[in-house]
């Protein structure tokens, strides 16, 4: 993978304040009705964010912005058909085929984006800067310095940002319940986590294609190098299923990235280090392994990439394995004994668009606040890397630096004029 120096060096470490020190600002009052527009149709905005901001009663679809005009069509037509059945007061869904004619309207209050990977930070930043909530799909972002920028975004203009971790609302399984377990002290102390997820992408060398009809190919490559049209990257029309250009470099970072930022995600919380992170990335001894990366901790926790599908958690006093469907501990007793009064409990969650939805109003940071899926991004960025580039690397998790200042060339990539990284 190329990379830019010249491109990160403005990209300094920001001083980063918690979240629940900020002051965000809303534009609306709690009792009106939030105006949402959506970035990106497929798979995901189809068959979840769609359907889940829809019934919400307090929001309002406006928009629907896609590339690929087929899609564009059947998700405007879903919108007006659900409103047109509700008898509702509504003008009309209106439809984009560039992000930047939603980001432009000042009658939208927040955005949803559910694009491919490579075109998750322009929009969250862009929107930051134009006033406007943001839900987006995990992986937050495709580079660490991408991660920086977002979370310096949403800071500089007190922005609710959710990241699509949907695990923390217990979507798919107890997380939530192993996060109290772990965080009570059942385990003891932790010494050793494993995250058992996919490999890294790997160089994109798809053949040609005729190109889809109505697809707007150049805007969906992006920040991405030019190259020919493909129905992998791409799927021709309406679909349902997960395109595997996650499995590609030049637009995500594989099944560590696509998976990872659930279970990633999860063991960072369950260790109280959604602020933090590893110290040191330790490249494994075969260079051509697609798992094995050891991620260390300050504290002496080590972290690998590898083991059963989910995190499993290993403490003084036995193991817990979370993942989807499955919440298990040896011994048994210490999943299956209730939790005790002076146990941690989270609290309960409304669900993941509705936390979002909720905070807009109360301007209170949501369970998958923008540093969180930010910090997570970034320590499977940093593990591929260390596969990429088959070596180890020392990071120092407070300045979002390596140690080795000659590393910080990682930190981004080479973009595509005119798409580079937006200033905040």
């Known amino acids: ?64 912005c896609e590339v690929d005009q087929t899609r564009l069509r059947h998700a405007k037509e879903r919108v007006n058909k659900k ?33 491919p990977d490579h075109w998750h930070a322009t929009p969250i930043i862009e929107a930051c800067k134009a006033g406007k909530d943001v839900y987006c799909e995990k992986p937050l972002t495709l580079t660490i310095a991408e991660a ?40 003891g102390k932790i010494s050793k986590v494993t995250v058992g997820v996919g490999a890294p992408s790997m160089k994109c060398d798809l053949p040609k294609e005729e190109i889809e009809v109505g697809l707007n190919w150049d805007m969906w490559l992006g920040q991405a190098p030019m190259r020919p049209y ?9 679909h349902n299923h997960f395109p595997a250009w996650r499995s590609y470099i030049e637009y995500s970072g594989g099944g560590h990235t696509d998976m990872g930022a659930h279970h990633y995600d999860i063991a960072q919380w369950a260790l109280e280090m959604d602020e933090s992170g590893p110290v040191e990335i330790i490249a494994p001894k075969d260079p051509n392994a697609k798992k094995g990366v050891k991620y260390l901790y300050e504290n002496g926790i080590e972290m690998i990439h590898g083991g059963p599908s989910g995190c499993v958690f290993h403490g003084e006093n036995g193991t817990l394995r979370i993942d989807r469907g499955v919440l298990k501990s040896d011994p048994v007793e210490l999943v299956e004994t209730p939790l005790g009064d002076n146990e941690q409990r989270l609290p309960v969650s409304p669900g993941h668009h509705r936390d979002w ?24 960025h940093l593990g591929n890397l260390a596969y990429w580039h088959k070596r180890s690397f020392k990071w120092d998790p407070k300045n979002w630096s390596f140690v080795d200042k000659a590393d910080n060339q990682y930190l981004d990539r080479q973009r595509r004029d005119p798409w580079q990284l937006p200033t905040v």
């Open 1 to 64: 993978m190329q990379t830019a120096a010249a491109s990160t060096a403005a990209v300094s470490a920001p001083n980063f304040v918690s979240a629940a020190t900020l002051g965000f600002t809303s534009r609306k009052s709690a009792n009106e009705r939030l105006t949402v527009a959506i970035i990106g149709c497929g798979k995901m905005a189809n068959g979840y964010h769609i359907p889940q901001l829809l019934n919400q009663n307090d929001v309002q679809v406006v928009a629907v």
């Open 83 to 115: 409103y047109s059945s509700q008898k509702l007061q509504f003008d009309g869904c209106d439809s984009y085929d560039d992000y930047r004619k939603i980001i432009a309207r000042d009658d939208i209050d927040a955005v949803c984006i559910a694009t």
């Open 148 to 187: 920086q920028r977002c979370v310096e975004a949403a800071r500089k203009y007190k922005r609710i940002v959710q990241t699509g971790s949907q695990q923390r609302s217990n979507v798919f399984g107890k997380f939530r319940d192993a996060v109290d377990i772990i965080r009570s002290g059942r385990l």
């Open 230 to 238: 493909n129905s992998i990257l791409s799927p021709r029309g309406v």
């Open 357 to 380: 939805l909720d905070c807009i109003k109360s301007r209170n940071p949501p369970v998958a606040e923008v540093e969180k899926g930010a910090r997570t991004a970034t320590i499977i």
